[in-house]
């Protein structure tokens, strides 16, 4: 199997720590491969249309995307029950936070582009400033709603480790741990596992 997309990208991060929680490692590849927002990667696009990244390609040359598909496909393959709870409540309240997280993931990451990406005097206020509550709308919730959810490796909590991560890298002035100790303890915890220390992002 092959993992295409940068490290740097929280929903790539996911898939990769995904593949470490299932005992995958040895059995996939990583390629570094970046996805610019204004351009068409061709090699990516040959595979999958949307352009994003990551992209998994089996070992039978199938292309599987996006991350939260990948990472349901690497608990498939590899038979973990884990991540991805049979028992109907349980699975559901892990999707649910796995959606929460990609709402922070993808608020973020636009946000990044906004503004570090967009020609200066061009970024739209309104949406930032929307963008911004959102994100802490998320963060809230998090702190609030799911403390005990979060004491479990799933693929909801895997998500939320790697987009909180991306968040100090690329968006450091966000101060997300304030009057937020669950949370805070969550990553500190979580970020001493061996798959996020395996994945663990390059030097800003």
Aim: glycine share 4%; proline share 5%; net charge neutral.
């Amino acid at each position: 199997m092959k993992i295409y997309g940068s490290i740097v990208s929280p929903f790539v991060r996911m898939t990769l720590v995904t593949a470490y929680e299932c005992g995958l490692e040895g059995k996939f590849e990583h390629v570094n491969e970046s996805a610019d927002p204004t351009k068409v990667n061709a090699h990516l696009a040959a595979m999958n249309p949307i352009g994003k990244i990551p992209v998994l390609e089996t070992d039978h040359h199938h292309p599987i995307y996006d991350s939260r598909v990948i990472m349901e496909y690497l608990a498939h393959v590899a038979g973990n029950k884990s991540l991805f709870p049979d028992d109907g409540v349980k699975r559901f309240r892990v999707l649910t936070l796995l959606a929460l997280a990609q709402g922070l993931g993808d608020s973020a990451v636009a946000y990044r582009y906004e503004t570090a990406s967009r020609p200066a005097g061009l970024q739209w206020k309104e949406w930032m400033a929307r963008t911004q509550s959102r994100l802490t709308a998320i963060f809230d919730d998090l702190e609030k709603t799911w403390a005990d959810d979060l004491a479990h490796v799933t693929a909801g909590t895997i998500a939320a480790a790697c987009v909180l991560v991306y968040i100090d890298y690329r968006m450091p002035d966000v101060d997300w741990r304030k009057d937020r100790p669950k949370l805070a303890s969550f990553l500190k915890i979580f970020s001493t596992r061996s798959s996020m220390v395996k994945t663990a992002l390059p030097k800003a």
